[in-house]
């Protein structure tokens, strides 16, 4: 799937790098595990660190869709894109990011 997104700037936060880590080597083995780490090393996956400010953003977030069960990492996510103004989310989760209002447009463009 990420393949047609090959020309576009991938970026995640470290809550994403978690989540996927976890996901890629319980549903495809170690070895998919590191590749996936080794992009971040090389560069071709980018990490967005977190400041004060998106953590608390991301608060806010959770406790604000707090029945649509926005987690953490997704509210990380919606709080660095705020942050940073991106428009575009790369996501096979609609059910969140089709609810989720970010601050700065009226909804993310979801690219998945």
Do not use: N
Not at 89 to 107: C, G, K, Q, Y
């Amino acid at each position: 799937m990420l393949d047609s997104l090959a020309s576009t700037p991938l970026a995640v936060t470290v809550p994403v790098i978690v989540e996927s880590s976890w996901l890629i080597e319980s549903r495809l083995g170690s070895a998919a595990e590191a590749r996936f780490l080794q992009s971040l090393m090389l560069g071709e996956i980018e990490r967005l660190d977190m400041d004060d400010a998106d953590c608390s953003r991301v608060g806010k977030l959770v406790d604000s869709y707090a029945d649509l069960g926005l987690g953490v990492v997704d509210a990380s996510v919606v709080a660095v894109a705020e942050r940073l103004g991106v428009t575009q989310i790369a996501t096979l989760d609609h059910r969140h990011f089709t609810v989720v209002r970010p601050s700065h447009i009226a909804a993310f463009e979801l690219l998945l």
